[in-house]
């Protein structure tokens, strides 16, 4: 042992000696280094050192080698050796590994048995360190080996991990697109389900709306071939109605023309037929308002053939009467006749002076009311007529050129002169002064504006007859049409035509010509039936407009008549009243006071006369009153009591509104001692504005 401790204490010292602090280097053969370097340089330990020292001594002295060698290694390592804390212990299995990597390490570096030419303690040491290098190396390569397994491990277990997470996220998908797809399957099925009870419910309606439809058609078209039947039905009566009422009409008037020839000789007849004459008439206009309304598309009811029946029974008991009459007069006349003789004869027999009593003959006075207007009235008619022809007789080279120039002066004439009447409302004083001092100055033959150019009559020789005969057709056509529809409007139009009539007294004259022909009342004129003239030309005469054989219905009639009747009564009682002529009116109520009295001293028309003297007094009433007084009232009350009596006696049974009216506003009047003024008369006020 001693010799162990000495051998220690040797290597210590060579350990601490300059050689001993060299470094080895094994690989020095591997490097290319110069053999010779080796002998210059310290003293190298062999590979084989551990495995030779181990050999040459004992048991003994390999375990207290291996004891002494603990210390050395443990010093040579120092600083080198890794700290336990970093590396962690491998496991047994690596740990038999690594013994396994030792022995076979040592198994290859184990040469055969040589000996060496070094020291065994060199050899020894040398070994040592080898070995120390081995362990070192083995240890480092399975902490390395165990780093990267463990790292392996790490990387396989996030592996694993994220793989088993993305597993249970696409699950989670899965399973919510299925519940996604089971909620949207149930929803589609719901909506289906609700959408086929909606289509089922929608087919129920539709089938019970197309019963109900098919229900409701059938019955339409049963109602309408019963309608239909009924109404072929009606046509067929009404046909057979017509018929009856054309022969009672012709007999009527075959029986009115009986009259005729009587009534031109009523000398030699001795009697005055007028009364019959005049009865006559009115039942054939009975009997013809009645053709006219079922002329204008109405049905014939069989209250209007009762009345046209009862007209005739009444016309044959007329003539029956007449003829009797004749032949009573004519009876006396043939008494007397044979008196006369007898009484000569006995005159002559007994030859004294008595002279014979005369013939006692009856009255000849006018026995009932006028058909016609008197003879002052006809005179002022005809005088009116003639005006009229003569200044559309002076305009016809006028109305018929064919000359382009002359038909263009001719429409802005028309134009000029018309349209500004069209254009007469009551909307302020200042409108219905512009648009007369555009007509008057027309007339006056100034320059005027109209479309964007100057019209005059000076332009055609017969430029102001046109005018005049225009503006004053124009005047009775906004009576016939606009004051029919609005009776306020009369009085702004019969304003300017006054004023226009005041200044230009031929355009009243052809006015009143122009009015006398589409209402021959406001004359008034009751024109009679002529032999041998046109029925339609006679309804014309009678102011009914009549296009290709068929005559206007009676309501529109009684509408025009009432327009142009109201506007000539507004004319009367309105004056221009910036006009310069301090004279008296143009056509005062003079006029209209005769216009009253001669309508009351003919016989009434059914319709027309109630109508009339209704639209005239409402609208001259107040002026009569004011003017005539206890007279206008006397002429009233005989209105009342004479001569309704004789408008009902020839008024039918659909008649009675205009009759109602008259009677309902006379016993007002009456009753309140007061025409009240007119709607539409334009007061004192109104010329402020």
């Not at 022969?247 to 031109?264: D, F, G, R, S």
């Not at 005049?468 to 409007?489: I, P």
Request: proline share 4%.
């Amino acid at each position: 042992m001693p010799a162990e401790d000495k051998r220690w204490e040797t290597l210590q010292a060579l350990r601490n000696s300059k050689k001993g602090r060299l470094t080895y280097d094994t690989s020095w053969l591997e490097d290319g280094e110069d053999i010779l370097e080796q002998c210059q340089s310290s003293p190298k330990l062999s590979v084989t050192s551990a495995w030779v020292l181990d050999h040459m001594s004992g048991p003994d002295t390999q375990s207290n080698a291996t004891e002494n060698l603990t210390p050395l290694v443990k010093c040579l390592v120092g600083n080198d050796q890794l700290p336990e804390k970093s590396v962690p212990s491998p496991d047994p299995r690596t740990e038999e590994e690594n013994n396994n990597n030792v022995q076979q390490l040592v198994e290859e570096l184990t040469p055969e048995r040589a000996f060496l030419l070094l020291s065994p303690e060199a050899t020894q040491i040398e070994g040592y360190v080898k070995m120390y290098e081995t362990v070192h190396k083995i240890k480092g390569q399975a902490e390395l080996k165990h780093r990267q397994e463990l790292q392996q491990k790490i990387v396989h277990d996030l592996s694993t991990s994220s793989t088993e997470q993305m597993k249970r996220f696409e699950e989670s998908l899965e399973l919510k697109q299925r519940q996604e797809y089971e909620e949207m399957r149930d929803m589609m099925e719901k909506g289906s389900l609700e959408a086929r009870g909606r289509q089922e419910k929608l087919k129920e309606e539709h089938r019970r709306k197309a019963k109900n439809m098919n229900l409701k058609l059938r019955e339409a078209e049963q109602q309408r071939l019963r309608q239909k039947e009924l109404e072929h039905q009606r046509q067929a009566e009404s046909r057979d109605r017509l018929r009856k009422l054309n022969a009672i009409q012709a007999e009527v008037l075959h029986l009115n023309m009986q009259i005729e020839p009587y009534l031109k000789q009523k000398d030699l007849v001795g009697l005055d037929l007028s009364e019959y004459s005049n009865r006559g008439n009115q039942l054939c206009s009975l009997v013809s308002g009645v053709i006219k309304l079922t002329s204008e598309g109405g049905l014939l009811q069989q209250e209007d053939m009762l009345n046209a029946e009862r007209a005739l029974l009444e016309m044959r008991t007329l003539i029956a009467t007449m003829h009797e009459k004749i032949a009573a007069v004519a009876a006396d006349k043939k008494r007397i006749k044979e008196e006369e003789e007898k009484a000569l004869q006995k005159k002559q027999e007994v030859k004294t002076e008595i002279a014979p009593p005369a013939p006692q003959q009856k009255p000849t006075h006018k026995e009932g009311l006028q058909l016609k207007a008197d003879s002052s009235t006809l005179q002022w008619y005809h005088r009116l007529q003639d005006i009229c022809n003569q200044c559309a007789a002076s305009i016809n080279d006028l109305n018929n050129s064919k000359d382009s120039k002359v038909k263009k002066i001719k429409m802005d004439l028309q134009k000029t002169a018309t349209i500004p009447v069209g254009q007469i409302s009551s909307v302020a004083a200042s409108h219905l002064r512009e648009i007369f001092d555009k007509i008057n100055n027309l007339l006056l033959g100034k320059q005027i504006s109209s479309g964007g150019k100057m019209v005059s009559i000076a332009q055609h020789p017969q430029g102001q007859e046109f005018v005049y005969y225009k503006l004053a057709e124009k005047f009775v056509k906004q009576g016939e049409e606009e004051v029919a529809s609005h009776h306020e409007a009369a009085f702004p139009i019969a304003v300017v035509a006054s004023g226009i009539w005041e200044s230009h007294p031929k355009v009243g004259d052809i006015f009143l010509a122009h009015l006398h022909r589409k209402c021959p009342y406001a004359v008034p004129f009751f024109p009679s039936w002529k032999d041998g003239l046109p029925k339609e030309e006679y309804q014309r005469l009678l102011g009914y407009r009549v296009q290709e054989n068929c005559v206007e219905q009676q309501d529109n009639f009684l509408k025009r008549m009432s327009g142009m009747v109201r506007l000539y009564a507004a004319i009367i009682v309105s004056r221009w009243p910036y006009g310069t002529k301090q004279g008296e009116h143009p056509h005062d109520l003079n006029h209209a006071w005769h216009w009253l009295a001669q309508m009351l001293n003919m016989e009434p028309l059914a319709d027309v006369t109630a109508t009339l003297l209704f639209d005239f007094l409402e609208v001259c009433g107040h002026a009569l009153m004011l003017k005539y007084q206890n007279q206008f009232w006397k002429m009233i009350r005989l209105i009342m009591n004479e001569y309704f009596p004789r408008i009902e006696a020839v008024t039918g049974s659909g008649q009675v509104g205009a009759l109602i009216r008259l009677r309902q506003f006379l016993e007002k009047c009456l009753k309140q001692k007061d025409f009240p003024l007119p709607k539409g008369y334009l007061k004192p006020a109104f010329w402020k504005s």
